[in-house]
C-alpha cells in the first residue's frame, strides 16, 4: 500500500500565504505612517548621545499609536527608560539573591555587600525618577504656557536625577572589592540604562522653545 503524502508542504505553503496575505492587508496609509514615524525617531535621535540605542528602544516601544512629536518621544523615551531601570533594578536583586545576605555572597568579598545594597537603592530611586517623570510630561499641559515651562523644569531635573543614580551605582562598585563577575554582570545592565536615560535627557531638552 502506498504510504499517505507528508502534509508538512502543504503547511508551509499555506503559513507562507497567510504571511503574503497579512503584509498585503496593511493600507499604504498605514504602511506611510509607519514609515513616517521610523523616519521621526531616526531624526530625532541623531542628537542624542547614543543614536543606535536611540532608535532601538524606541523602535521597541509598545505605545500606540507611535510618537510623532518631540514631546510624545520624550515621553515615550522617559517610559522606555523607566522600564529599562525596572528590569535592571529586578535583574541584580536576583543576583544578590535578595537582602543584605544575598548582596554580601554575590559581593564576594567583605565589605562588597555596601556597594551592592547601594546600587539597587540607587536603581530604585531611578525608577521612582524616571516614572515621574513620565507621568509630568503627560500631563504638563499647553506647550509655551508657563505651567508647561514649570513642568518640563520638573522633567528635567527628575530625568537628571536618575541619570546620577544610575552613575553613583557604577562609580559604587568599581572599587570596593566586589568581586570581577558580579561587577561586570551589574555594570552591563546599569551602563545600558544610562545611556537610555541619557537619550531620554536630551529628547527631553528639546521639547522647549525652538522645538
Request: charged share 20%; aromatic share 4%.
Amino acid at each position: 500500500m502506498p504510504r499517505p503524502a507528508s502534509c508538512a508542504p502543504l503547511l508551509l505553503l499555506l503559513a507562507s500565504a497567510a504571511a503574503l496575505l497579512a503584509v498585503a492587508s496593511a493600507s499604504p496609509a498605514e504602511t506611510s505612517a509607519a514609515a513616517s514615524a521610523s523616519d521621526f525617531i531616526r531624526r530625532s535621535c541623531r542628537d542624542t548621545q547614543y543614536p543606535s540605542v536611540c532608535v532601538q528602544s524606541l523602535a521597541s516601544y509598545g505605545g500606540s499609536p507611535p510618537p510623532r512629536s518631540p514631546r510624545e518621544l520624550a515621553r515615550a523615551a522617559l517610559s522606555v527608560s523607566a522600564d529599562r531601570a525596572r528590569a535592571a533594578s529586578a535583574y541584580v536583586g536576583r543576583l544578590c539573591g535578595g537582602g543584605k545576605a544575598g548582596a554580601k555572597q554575590a559581593g564576594g568579598k567583605k565589605g562588597a555587600a555596601g556597594p551592592v545594597r547601594d546600587c539597587l537603592e540607587n536603581l530604585a530611586d531611578s525608577v521612582g525618577h524616571l516614572r515621574d517623570a513620565a507621568q509630568e510630561m503627560g500631563g504638563a499641559g499647553r506647550a509655551g504656557s508657563p505651567a508647561f515651562k514649570w513642568h518640563l523644569s520638573n522633567v528635567q531635573t527628575w530625568c537628571s536625577a536618575a541619570l546620577t543614580d544610575e552613575n553613583t551605582c557604577l562609580d559604587g562598585l568599581s572599587g570596593r572589592g566586589v568581586d570581577a563577575g558580579t561587577r561586570a554582570a551589574i555594570r552591563g545592565k546599569v551602563v545600558e540604562v544610562a545611556q537610555v536615560t541619557s537619550n531620554a535627557l536630551a529628547l527631553v531638552n528639546k521639547v522647549g522653545p525652538g522645538y
